[in-house]
Nanobody, 119 residues
Framework: QVQLVESGGGLVQAGDSLRISCSAS????????MGWFRQAPGKERQFVAS????????YYADSVKGRFTISRDNAKNTVYLQMNSLKPEDTAVYYC????????????WGQGTQVTVSS
C-alpha cells in the first residue's frame, strides 16, 4: 500500500502564491506517476497536473497552465504543486494521487488539503 499525505493548504488572496506538498510512504515504487486533483463545492473532482518519476514528463489542465508548476523530489518521495497568480476559482480541496503508469487507474489518494483564494 501507499500512503499519501498533503500539506500546505490555506487561505490566500487573489494574486498570491502558495505551495502544497504531498509526501508518499509505503510501496512508493507503485506511484511512478503522481498527480494533483481538485474539487470545489458542488463540482466534480478535476485533474490539475501530473508528473512521471522516470521521465519528469508533466501535464497540466488548461485552466492552470502557465500558473501552476508540479515537481517532485524522488529522494524525499514528495511531490509539490507551486501555485502562482491564484484566482478565487482555484478555491477547492486539493488531492494528491498516485498510479503505477500513465495507463493505470489512480489507485492511491491523499485526504486532501483546502486551498481558499479570497477576492
Amino acid at each position: 500500500q501507499v500512503q499519501l499525505v498533503e500539506s500546505g493548504g490555506g487561505l490566500v488572496q487573489a494574486g498570491d502564491s502558495l505551495r502544497i506538498s504531498c509526501s508518499a510512504s509505503g510501496r512508493t515504487f507503485s506511484t511512478n506517476v503522481m498527480g494533483w486533483f481538485r474539487q470545489a463545492p458542488g463540482k466534480e473532482r478535476q485533474f490539475v497536473a501530473s508528473i512521471t518519476r522516470s521521465t519528469g514528463t508533466t501535464y497540466y489542465a488548461d485552466s492552470v497552465k502557465g500558473r501552476f508548476t508540479i515537481s517532485r523530489d524522488n529522494a524525499k518521495n514528495t511531490v509539490y504543486l507551486q501555485m502562482n497568480s491564484l484566482k478565487p476559482e482555484d478555491t477547492a480541496v486539493y488531492y494528491c494521487a498516485g498510479r503505477l503508469a500513465a495507463a493505470s487507474d489512480w489507485n492511491y489518494w491523499g485526504q486532501g488539503t483546502q486551498v481558499t483564494v479570497s477576492s
